[in-house]
């Protein structure tokens, strides 16, 4: 069971592979810290590859055949791609999913307030979280709002190095006493996690003259109608806040860590440090015999629920209208493709970490620069909630990936007892399809920084272009 760091058998051309997609993946998460943000990059991405709407086919009636390549969005926030393979889809796909949804703060419906010369957004967080993580630092507000004639405003704020920033307040460590009691899930309560927007009260002159003329000011208010004479700028009313969806997230960009440069710091990386290579894995697949699919979800932190979640039929749905368009489509082929197909759920397992290695079964835990990591089993204590991956498709991945001579470890997510998490994977297997977890380790998970290995990064796009490339059913 012995197992080599990944740096330790890459030639000079690999190395050279491994940093130019990290640094593709870095401005990836630049671009995208938000599933809308996400699903816009990869309908880009596709596109520039020929992909084609799976709407726009659907109107034209174009009948799909061995090589075209599809995509369909739902609701802006998830998103299936398809390339069309050989054989027929009754026979079975080979898919990637992953999903694109973080932890984070979410802007409440009727947000906007002031209290003590402060004008505040009330917020409710999403996913879990540390919430005292969130306190006393740079936050950036990305998202949308929709107005009443349909008309969308895109809003992200707090990324540019021009752009103000918002935060969380802290109390000062001077009155801390009773603060530094409590428990660590209430040193911050979730309703205490109000965003700090501004504190200037709306002063204005009838010229610019005035003020030094002793003039009293034309108009005057408080902060709060300061900051919605701002929100005029961007074309958006305080009842605009009903239709909108608005994310608090870390501010700043994604950076090389370690002085090797061998890591990447990042917010956002459960679970896009697999949704990305899971992506570029699906572009760089040439033509195939068994249809490739990459799935890139909404949701999942908060249990794949909703429209945009895997609990939804969007991709069975998907799928039929695909099916339908290559003219092979009928409901028991429809569910023969689905049980026939193999699937890696691309999602993250946790770092071993020394400093916290009470948590962790070190034997059965993934290692940092030692390949994607595979988890036969997720869910908590009992194998609660888990998919727990049979055997047979187990040995024969482990030959595909050997085949292709990429890097793999197995892990489990901590100590039995400690812990645990859950992912898409058991969502799918309802099907009878083959499925395990299969993704980049991360360190410092769900925290507003998290930490991944760039050889792991690059040994999961291995992984999953060697998976989409195998031409039988495993």
Avoid at 75 to 89: C, E, L, V, Y
Avoid at 139 to 150: C, D, E, P, S, Y
Avoid at 444 to 454: A, N
Wanted: charged share 30%; net charge negative.
């Amino acid at each position: 069971m012995e197992r080599l760091n990944a740096w330790n058998t890459y030639d000079l051309k690999m190395q050279k592979e491994c940093d130019d997609l990290s640094s593709a993946y870095i401005d990836f998460l630049n671009q995208c810290k938000t599933e809308r943000e996400c699903v816009d990059y990869a309908v880009n991405a596709l596109e520039d590859a020929g992909y084609i709407d799976l709407e726009e086919a659907k109107e034209e009636k174009r009948e799909l055949k061995p090589g075209d390549k599809v995509y369909s969005v739902m609701m802006n926030k998830s998103i299936a791609a398809f390339r069309i393979g050989t054989r027929p889809i009754e026979e079975g796909m080979n898919i990637l999913g992953a999903h694109i949804d973080s932890p984070r703060l979410d802007v409440k419906q009727n947000p906007l307030y002031e209290d003590g010369g402060m004008a505040y957004l009330d917020t409710h967080y999403y996913g879990g979280i540390k919430k005292y993580h969130y306190v006393a630092r740079p936050l950036a507000i990305h998202g949308v709002v929709v107005k009443k004639n349909g008309e969308t405003v895109i809003v992200n704020i707090g990324e540019d190095e021009d752009d103000p920033v918002f935060f969380v307040s802290d109390i000062l460590i001077h009155l801390a006493q009773a603060q530094l009691k409590k428990e660590g899930s209430k040193v911050v309560e979730g309703e205490d996690l109000d965003l700090v927007i501004g504190s200037k009260p709306l002063v204005i002159t009838a010229d610019s003259k005035a003020g030094s003329e002793g003039k009293k000011p034309q108009e005057q208010g408080d902060v709060k109608k300061a900051i919605l004479k701002i929100l005029e700028e961007y074309d958006i009313e305080e009842a605009d806040f009903e239709s909108a969806e608005l994310e608090i997230v870390p501010a700043g960009k994604a950076r090389e860590a370690g002085l090797d440069r061998s890591m990447v710091l990042s917010y956002g990386q459960d679970d896009r440090v697999c949704a990305y290579p899971s992506l570029r894995a699906l572009l760089d697949t040439k033509d195939c015999e068994r249809t490739s699919v990459c799935l890139l979800v909404d949701k999942e932190e908060i249990g794949s629920v909703g429209a945009t979640g895997m609990r939804s039929h969007f991709f069975e749905n998907a799928l039929a209208e695909v099916m339908n368009l290559t003219g092979d489509y009928s409901e028991l082929k429809l569910r023969r493709a689905l049980a026939g197909s193999d699937m890696l759920s691309s999602d993250v397992s946790a770092v071993y970490d020394p400093l916290y290695k009470e948590c962790f079964d070190k034997k059965n835990s993934a290692m940092i620069g030692e390949g994607v990591v595979f988890n036969k089993y997720t869910g908590s204590r009992g194998k609660s909630g888990s998919n727990d991956a049979n055997a047979e498709y187990i040995a024969q991945l482990r030959n595909i990936f050997d085949n292709a001579d990429v890097r793999t470890q197995t892990a489990e997510l901590g100590k039995v007892d400690v812990g645990g998490g859950g992912t898409i994977a058991y969502i799918m297997a309802l099907y009878g399809m083959n499925v395990i977890d299969s993704g980049v380790a991360v360190l410092s998970m769900h925290s507003p920084y998290e930490v991944t290995s760039k050889a792991d990064i690059f040994e999961a796009y291995r992984a999953y272009k060697a998976f989409l490339e195998n031409a039988d059913r495993v």
